[in-house]
T-cell receptor, first 115, second 111 residues
Framework: DGGITQSPKYLFRKEGQNVTLSCEQNLNHDAMYWYRQDPGQGLRLIYYSQIVNDFQKGDIAEGYSVSREKKESFPLTVTSAQKNPTAFYLC????WGQGLQETQYFGPGTRLLVL | GQQVMQIPQYQHVQEGEDFTTYCNSSTTLSNIQWYKQRPGGHPVFLIQLVKSGEVKKQKRLTFQFGEAKKNSSLHITATQTTDVGTYFCAVSGGSNYKLTFGKGTLLTVNP
């Protein structure tokens, strides 16, 4: 059964703590993405990766870091430098487009709350 | 990068009424995608429009791409409670794998 999994579903962060959100896909997609969703703000791109060992900053990368050591995995670390991390985090993946915008497939998301 | 304005932000309808959401850009778009996110869920791809003036239908949903490729609409005929959710348009951010999403239209349906 192909798809994207994210864990945990809920995550609590204390002040000054780094936390890592997991994202795994078995769709054999080259590209992976992390979005942040706040109420009324739509989806904002944090980081994306086109290929293993390469990633690019999105529109709101400050306070976040990523790695892409394997094609299937794209973990996101929310660092203590991110002052307002409470949000719904969505991971997505897609094929590498060859002229047309590719469809993005989303995971179920992780809700991060600051204690 | 590309920017899109989506209106309205919210729409509440009685079951059976029609619903339309619009997505507008100041620049010509190469293509546009539409996604639906149920409450508490994640976005799910609905459709992609590529050609000028294109119209596509999925049961009660009708998607249109403007002649100038600067706007798009999603129309739902005779809404049902299962249509509840937020509808997003998304446009290419300058590459084949980077999307810019509109802020979405939240649809609620009163049974």
């Amino acid at each position: 059964d192909g798809g994207i999994t994210q864990s945990p579903k809920y995550l609590f962060r204390k002040e000054g703590q780094n936390v890592t959100l997991s994202c795994e896909q078995n769709l054999n997609h080259d590209a992976m993405y992390w979005y942040r969703q706040d109420p009324g703000q739509g989806l904002r791109l944090i980081y994306y990766s086109q290929i293993v060992n390469d990633f690019q900053k999105g529109d709101i990368a400050e306070g976040y870091s990523v790695s892409r050591e394997k094609k299937e995995s794209f973990p996101l670390t929310v660092t203590s430098a991110q002052k307002n991390p409470t949000a719904f985090y969505l991971c997505a993946s897609s094929r590498w487009g060859q002229g047309l915008q590719e469809t993005q497939y989303f995971g179920p998301g992780t809700r991060l709350l600051v204690l | 990068g590309q920017q899109v304005m989506q209106i309205p932000q919210y729409q509440h309808v009685q079951e059976g009424e029609d619903f339309t959401t619009y997505c507008n850009s100041s620049t010509t778009l190469s293509n546009i995608q539409w996604y639906k996110q149920r409450p508490g869920g994640h976005p799910v791809f609905l459709i992609q429009l590529v050609k000028s003036g294109e119209v596509k239908k999925q049961k009660r949903l009708t998607f249109q791409f403007g002649e100038a490729k600067k706007n798009s609409s999603l129309h739902i005929t005779a809404t049902q409670t299962t249509d509840v959710g937020t509808y997003f348009c998304a446009v290419s951010g300058g590459s084949n794998y980077k999307l810019t999403f509109g802020k979405g239209t939240l649809l609620t349906v009163n049974p």
